[in-house]
């Protein structure tokens, strides 16, 4: 099977090596939210940038008995509502409509599958795709492996045309578990080659999260000290203001660790605790990642209380807006025992981070909306002002914002103007809103983008997927085995259980707040 790539990493500000090639792309489970929140979006601005390549198209499958035109009626509903270059320009939608078709058909009948691939030919005859494919499993979990077996069964998984590609992206969850994670990549890698597959993680096309990369090797004066002998520790926090948003039938089943830690907050720690990658090539920056996971302390089961803190909210207030507690939620079991919030610590042992200590924490039903690291320096060897001078004092603290008002800030020591040696801790930053004068584009654009041009970098391969659920599975097994916590321990609109601040305080830290 051929998978031809591009390794132009970093790209931002920079022009494209090149163009993609012509290509369609299918999304399975096109009827869903995820396409009309973020996909046809993602797809629609890319065209509005120029990036798209010429006939692009993109072929919506599901059950649903729609006509193509009601599907693309839907399709615009959905950038009209979404985009960040809403509201649709007309005359640029007519355009862009046009390589917009549907296919109705099952998961599970190869017949529906052979239907597709005569659409995909129509396109490559009309539309000039020239046999190159995406595949974008946008479904439940459970029919990733029928799809793609029935891709292969199908002959779709082979190129269509001599030099031509096919490429399947796969979205999160990846597995509930490190099992069953190898035999779902066993199974999709009896159909698709390795370098065929694309496991997204959104998080990693937010420019924030690039930006770490570019922050950490284009900086000499962060190398130097970003290490066990300044960084006294690290936080991750990822807080969300809303609850499950409908999805309870889902997210009862998964949890706050499944939800987030597994991926989303895994990535973002191995990104800070990476070493530098040989070059800027897809296999050397995920190299690198890996090693950084693999390096994370395996997690004894029988002791998964004392570096984990679960949660789950109870009604209250945020925002202004009183919200039902997680059991009141639609399709939630009312004597649910999932989390909705969980803190942990996380070492890596390695030679750069020995006993430094990784804590990440996530919840729903938080004061606010915020992803942010925060590397956390030691204190001076030395205090050269005491008492009153320096009661207020904080530690130096490099913050990086995510999301929302991303930028990066450093928490330093400044003398407060007067007569008198008084001491406070100021901010030095900048927002990338105000420093770049442009809007970021949508982590999906970056994503989608990237995969028809062949770049992997900002992808998950996997090893890397395994590595990280090491010791998700082992917390898994300690949490089965354990007393559950007396469920709900905190009110909506608050940081969490109490026990997640007496957990920082037994090492005598505490959570920075963001």
Not at 134 to 139: D, E, P, S
Not at 281 to 290: F, G, I, N, Q, Y
Not at 431 to 455: H, I, K
Request: proline share 7%.
């Amino acid at each position: 099977m051929q998978s031809a790539t591009v390794t132009n990493p970093l790209r931002e500000g920079l022009p494209l090596e090149r163009t993609p090639a012509p290509c369609a792309m299918v999304i399975f489970g096109a009827s869903g939210d995820l396409t009309r929140r973020k996909l046809m979006p993602a797809l629609y601005n890319l065209a509005l940038e120029g990036l798209l390549p010429p006939g692009f198209s993109v072929v919506g499958y599901a059950r649903r008995d729609l006509e193509h035109g009601t599907f693309r009626s839907q399709m615009r509903e959905g950038v009209n509502q979404f985009s960040r270059r809403r509201p649709v320009d007309p005359d640029m939608w007519e355009v862009f409509e046009q390589g917009i078709s549907y296919v109705q058909g099952t998961f599970e009948d190869l017949g529906d599958y052979e239907r597709l691939g005569q659409e995909l030919r129509r396109l490559d005859r009309e539309r000039g795709t020239q046999g190159n494919r995406i595949y974008y499993l946008a479904t439940p979990p459970d029919q990733y492996e029928t799809i793609v077996d029935n891709l292969g069964r199908a002959g779709l998984n082979q190129p269509a045309e001599p030099g031509s590609w096919t490429r399947l992206i796969v979205e999160k969850p990846f597995g509930r578990d490190l099992q069953s994670a190898r035999a779902l990549n066993d199974r999709l890698l009896r159909i698709f080659d390795e370098e065929q597959i694309y496991r997204i993680d959104h998080y990693l096309g937010k420019e924030t999260v690039q930006n770490i990369l570019a922050f950490r090797f284009a900086n000499g004066i962060f190398e130097p000290i970003w290490n066990r002998n300044y960084i006294d520790n690290v936080q991750i926090t990822v807080a969300e203001s809303i609850g499950i948003e409908g999805r309870g039938a889902y997210y009862d089943q998964s949890g706050a660790l499944r939800d987030m830690v597994q991926n989303h907050m895994l990535q973002l720690l191995s990104v800070i605790a990476m070493e530098p990658p040989i070059a800027f090539e897809a296999d050397a920056v995920r190299d690198e990642k890996v090693k950084a996971l693999r390096a994370i302390r395996q997690v004894d089961p029988a002791r998964v209380n004392e570096i984990t803190v679960r949660g789950q909210y109870s009604a209250g207030w945020v925002g202004g807006q009183f919200v039902p507690g997680y059991r009141e939620e639609p399709h939630v079991d009312p004597n649910s025992m999932t989390e909705t919030f969980v803190a942990l610590k996380l070492f890596i042992d390695n030679w750069r981070w020995a006993g430094v200590p990784f804590y990440l924490r996530t919840g729903k039903r938080m004061p606010r909306r915020v992803t942010e690291i925060a590397i956390q320096f030691k204190r001076v060897p030395h205090p050269l002002f005491r008492g009153a001078a320096a009661e207020s004092l904080e530690p130096n603290v490099l913050a990086i914002r995510i999301q929302p008002d991303e930028g990066i800030s450093l928490k330093i020591a400044a003398k407060v103007p007067g007569p008198q040696i008084r001491l406070r801790s100021v901010n030095m930053g900048f927002l990338y809103g105000t420093s770049f004068l442009v809007e970021s584009p949508d982590a999906y654009e970056r994503l989608l983008l990237d995969c028809m041009l062949g770049d992997s970098t900002l992808f998950t391969r996997r090893d890397e997927t395994e590595a990280a659920w090491r010791p998700i599975t082992a917390i898994l097994e300690g949490w089965a085995e354990a007393p559950p916590p007396s469920f709900p321990n905190y009110e909506a609109g608050t940081w969490g259980p109490p026990e997640a601040d007496e957990f920082l305080a037994r090492d005598g830290r505490e959570w920075r707040r963001p």
